[in-house]
Each structure stands twice: as C-alpha cells, then as structure tokens.
C-alpha cells in the first residue's frame, strides 16, 4: 500500500503570502496524485489532478507540481477563503492533509 | 455539474445496521464509478468503497470487508453503502463522491454534504 506523508502538519500564513504544501509518496504514483481542499464544515473539493492540473473552477494561483514520489501544491497569494485543509490523494490512499490557518 | 445528496445516517449502538443512500442528479450516474468516503470526527479522509458503472467490480477497505456492501441503481439514480456490525470506530460523516470519468486512480470531482453516522450505545 501507498503512504502519502504531506507537510507541515499546520502552515501558519498572512493573505497575500504564498504558501507550499508538500506530499511525499512512499513509492512512484508516477503523476497521478490529486489536491483536495476542505473548508470547515464542508465536503472536499478538487483542486488539481495529474499533478499539475486544474479541476474546473479553481482559480490560476493554484498550482501543482511533481512526479514520482514528491508533490507539491502552491498557491501564489493567499486569498481569505483559501485558510482550510488539504489532502493529497493517489487511489485510494489520502495523505494525513495539512491545516493552512490564518498567521 | 451534477449533485449528490446522502441520507440514512444516524444513531445506532455498536453491532447494529445502517443503509445509507446517495441521490444523483444533473449528471449520468452509469458513466461514473462512485465512491464512498469518510471522516471521523476531527480526523482526515478515508476511502471506504467504490464501485464500478454497471456493479461489475466494486472494492472495499479491508477493515469494512464482510460488514459493509456498496451498491448501486443506476435506473434510480442512486449509490447505497449497507453497513452491517457497526462498531466505534465507524463513527464518522460518510460522503458519497462521483469518479472523474476515465480517472485510472479515482479523482473525485462531485461531492455529497456527507451523511453523519454515530456509534454508541
């Protein structure tokens, strides 16, 4: 079985700053991870696909990077409504998400 | 776009049974795998189960093997997850999610609110 390990656990950020959420894989998934977000009291929402893949709606300063075994999810200026929990996702596997709150 | 909405949630004592169901509408639910996912209470996610278009292959966690079926009608426009032997650690809100068509790794696109389970006598 494939481990998704993401990091940090918490990431303390201002809007307007950029912010870069990791996810390591314990083996090669090759592209095919996905970003989820999840504001509180809500269902997930997918971000990105393939990697490096918007999914339909999500705004351009999210972006997603790798191959392999390391991920990464950047967004480029913090807006207010982006403070929520991330996961990762290969299958049926789901990193332990990192929490993005308000610094 | 496509909606789903869950049902069937609940309060019922360790050993007991639950049928939840999930609603689809604006979208061809035979064209989708679906899936079932859920979230203990301040924990992460979890896959629990996804079947496949027409019910020809379906998976589960190892840990609901043998106490919980997914199934589907696609005539109804509905997914159900049949949750037999409940225990503690089942507690959790339970979403119904719609699997990008084509997807070779389940990226889920459409959400449910989700459906909240409680175990506890």
């Known amino acids: 079985e494939i481990v998704l390990t993401q990091s940090p656990v918490t990431l303390s950020l201002s809007p307007g700053e950029g912010a870069t959420l990791s996810c390591r894989a314990s083996?090669?998934?090759?592209?095919?991870l996905a970003w989820y977000q999840q504001k509180s009291g809500q269902a997930p929402r997918l971000l990105m696909y393939?990697?490096?893949n918007r999914a339909a709606g999500i705004p351009a300063r999210f972006s997603g990077s790798g191959s392999g075994t390391d991920f990464t999810l950047t967004i480029s200026r913090l807006e207010p409504e982006d403070f929520a929990v991330y996961y990762c996702q290969y299958r049926w596997n789901f990193g332990q998400g990192t929490r993005l709150e308000i610094k | 776009e496509g909606q789903l909405v869950e049902s069937g949630g609940g309060l019922v004592q360790p050993g007991g049974s639950l049928r939840l169901s999930c609603a689809a509408s604006g979208f061809t639910l035979s064209s989708h795998w679906m899936t079932w996912v859920r979230q203990a209470p301040g924990k992460g996610l979890q896959w629990v189960a996804n079947i496949a278009e027409d019910s020809s292959a379906s998976y589960h966690l190892d840990s609901v093997k043998g106490r919980f079926t997914i199934s589907r009608d696609n005539a109804k426009n509905s997914m159900y997850l049949q949750m037999n032997g409940l225990r503690d650690e089942d507690a959790a809100v339970y979403y119904c999610?719609?699997?990008?068509?084509?997807?070779?790794?389940?990226?889920?696109?459409?959400w449910g609110k989700g459906t909240a389970v409680t175990v506890s006598s």
């Open positions: 999610a719609r699997v990008v068509a084509g997807s070779p790794v389940d990226y889920m696109d459409v």
């Open positions: 393939d990697a490096s």
């Open positions: 083996q090669s998934v090759n592209n095919f």
